[in-house]
T-cell receptor, first 112, second 113 residues
Framework: NAGVTQTPKFRILKIGQSMTLQCTQD?????MYWYRQDPGMGLKLIYY???????DKGEVPNGYNVSRSTTEDFPLRLELAAPSQTSVYFC???????????FGSGTRLTVV | AQKITQTQPGMFVQEKEAVTLDCTYD???????LFWYKQPSSGEMIFLIY??????QNATEGRYSLNFQKARKSANLVISASQLGDSAMYFC??????????FGQGTRLTINP
């Protein structure tokens, strides 16, 4: 049981480049989330999905896009990377209520 | 507005002492959940403890307990008999609509030998 898998673990982008952060879960969870964590700060919600085909914006969605074509996958797309997007990105999932959130190990992204 | 406030940027505690990390929350929803996560220097998010808004008793998990005071909207984490391995960032979080988590800014806990 792999849980939530994020790839890549590290990436350096140049300003203006684009990339996709991958997130896959094998627990059949309905709810999936993307958070970003700036140095010394808490996690902020970028986008979330309550099921396949349904996505919605979180607190800090500008500069990002997501899709949810399957229950398992929830990729995060960065278009025209900017230095302000330098952060650690976490993907998380849960099946419903309660406390059973599962977090991925994170992707550390640097935009130079 | 739904918000988590952690007012202690850093805490320094002697090994084997108990420590309380503060967390206050703001929500108008009658149903919510409160969480504490530990983030060591390696970066992963480790779930510690959970308290539901309708739970009558304070949650406990081993050395961790959550001091839930609903009227004050506080959910402080108490770590008993601290250990060197407890040194980490600690985040308080609240579950809101669509099972989203709202996080506080965190408290960096340092345990001194």
């Amino acid at each position: 049981n792999a849980g939530v898998t994020q790839t890549p673990k590290f990436r350096i982008l140049k300003i203006g480049q684009s990339m996709t952060l991958q997130c896959t879960q094998d627990m059949n969870h309905n709810y999936m989330y993307w958070y970003r964590q700036d140095p010394g700060m808490g996690l902020k919600l970028i986008y979330y999905s309550v099921g396949a085909g349904i996505t919605d914006k979180g607190e800090v969605p500008n500069g990002y896009n997501v899709s949810r074509s399957t229950t398992e996958d929830f990729p995060l797309r960065l278009e025209l990377a900017a230095p302000s997007q330098t952060s650690v990105y976490f993907c998380a999932s849960i099946n419903g209520g309660g406390s059973g959130y599962t977090f991925g190990s994170g992707t550390r992204l640097t935009v130079v | 507005a739904q918000k988590i406030t952690q007012t202690q940027p850093g805490m320094f505690v002697q090994e084997k002492e108990a420590v309380t990390l503060d967390c206050t929350y703001d929500t108008s929803d009658p149903s919510y959940g409160l969480f504490w996560y530990k983030q060591p220097s390696s970066g992963e998010m480790i779930f510690l403890i959970y308290q539901g808004s309708y739970d009558q008793q304070n949650a406990t998990e081993g050395r961790y307990s959550l001091n839930f005071q609903k009227a004050r909207k506080s959910a402080n984490l108490v770590i008993s008999a601290s250990q060197l391995g407890d040194s980490a960032m600690y985040f308080c979080a609240m579950r809101v609509g669509a099972q989203k988590l709202v996080f506080g800014q965190g408290t960096r806990l340092t345990i001194n030998p």
